[in-house]
């Protein structure tokens, strides 16, 4: 008995005496056997375009802070920033105590897309949120 | 006020009489931080500055008219408390515990403005008549906002 078997379909004996093939062989012999022209992926007259966004959007250069202020209570800061960034409490609270502490804390660095959404989101807390540019 | 049944989409919390007055009074306040406080950036220095802080400040405006609505809708409804013999009960889902937070903390951050942001410790020194409803408001605000993010932390336990 050959070490594989092959579709009755293609029609091709393997001798026995063969050694045993590698595991992709019986697709090499498939493809051996369908010569075809290539069709090319570009007809003629297309012009292929990638929009391209500004690198600046894109990198994450982009620093999500949060300032100190006497208003907002530290249960509830450390409970947003739970909820936006889904952190743990042990997170959470480490970047609660630094804004408390040290007068802010770098939440996130990302692109500024997204440390937009995440500022928005912290705003809608009412916690004084900026984004800057990581320089 | 405190929480007496909690399931896994429910909370279910006791009022006073007199708290779900003064409940229904402070959020009747909303929203109280002015148009166009928040700032998206402290340096200034980002691509399209003013184009995307006016985005933000739509954005907020958009997101402040939107809770306006709703909460008119969550305070007429009459359905919303339950009368008991001792006061009257509140029942919250966990989304709109989490969006009274935001509403509450709106009521007190904007008092904290309107009193001019006083600095921790400072800010009994400008108590009078001309601001005690500005003190009052920040303060319950906090209160209810401290009741219910215990109520959170006992979802977690």
């Given at each position: 008995m050959p070490h594989f078997a092959v579709p009755?379909?293609?029609?091709?004996?393997?001798?026995?005496?063969?050694?045993?093939?590698?595991?992709?062989?019986?697709?090499?012999?498939?493809?051996?056997?369908?010569?075809?022209?290539?069709?090319?992926?570009?007809?003629?007259?297309?012009?292929?375009?990638?929009?391209?966004?500004?690198k600046s959007g894109l990198e994450p250069g982009y620093l999500v802070v949060c300032w100190n202020d006497p208003v907002n209570y530290m249960d509830y800061v450390t409970h947003v920033f739970r909820v936006v960034f889904r952190w743990t409490?042990?997170?959470a609270e480490f970047h609660m105590l630094q804004v408390h502490e040290q007068g802010k804390s770098v939440l996130k660095r990302d692109s500024m897309e997204k440390a937009e959404h995440y500022v928005h989101q912290l705003q809608k807390y009412s916690l004084h949120a900026t984004m800057e540019r990581d320089e | 006020m405190k929480l007496i049944r909690l399931t896994k989409g429910n909370f279910l919390f006791q009022f006073g009489k007199r708290?779900?007055?003064?409940?229904?009074?402070v959020l009747?306040?909303?929203?109280?931080?002015?148009?166009?406080?928040?700032?998206?950036?402290k340096s200034g220095k980002l691509p399209d500055a003013?184009?995307?802080?006016?985005?933000?400040?739509?954005?907020?405006?958009e997101q402040r008219e939107q809770n306006r609505k709703t909460l008119q809708a969550f305070l007429a409804d009459a359905r919303r408390f339950t009368d008991t013999e001792s006061?009257?009960?509140?029942?919250?889902?966990?989304?709109?515990?989490e969006w009274l937070l935001q509403i509450l903390n709106d009521v007190r951050v904007g008092s904290w403005i309107i009193l001019g942001s006083p600095q921790q410790g400072i800010e009994f020194k400008i108590l009078n008549e001309k601001t005690a409803a500005d003190f009052w408001a920040m303060e319950m605000s906090g209160q209810f906002q401290m009741r219910f993010l215990e109520a959170l932390e006992k979802r977690e336990v």
């Open positions: 009755p379909e293609f029609g091709i004996r393997i001798p026995n005496f063969l050694p045993p093939p590698l595991d992709n062989s019986r697709y090499l012999l498939y493809f051996a056997t369908m010569a075809e022209t290539a069709t090319p992926e570009l007809t003629p007259g297309t012009i292929e375009t990638t929009e391209e966004k500004p409490r042990k997170k | 708290e779900k007055h003064l409940l229904t009074q009747r306040l909303y929203p109280r931080i002015p148009p166009a406080t928040f700032r998206l950036s003013e184009a995307n802080q006016r985005l933000l400040d739509e954005s907020l405006a006061g009257s009960r509140l029942s919250l889902s966990p989304s709109e515990l």
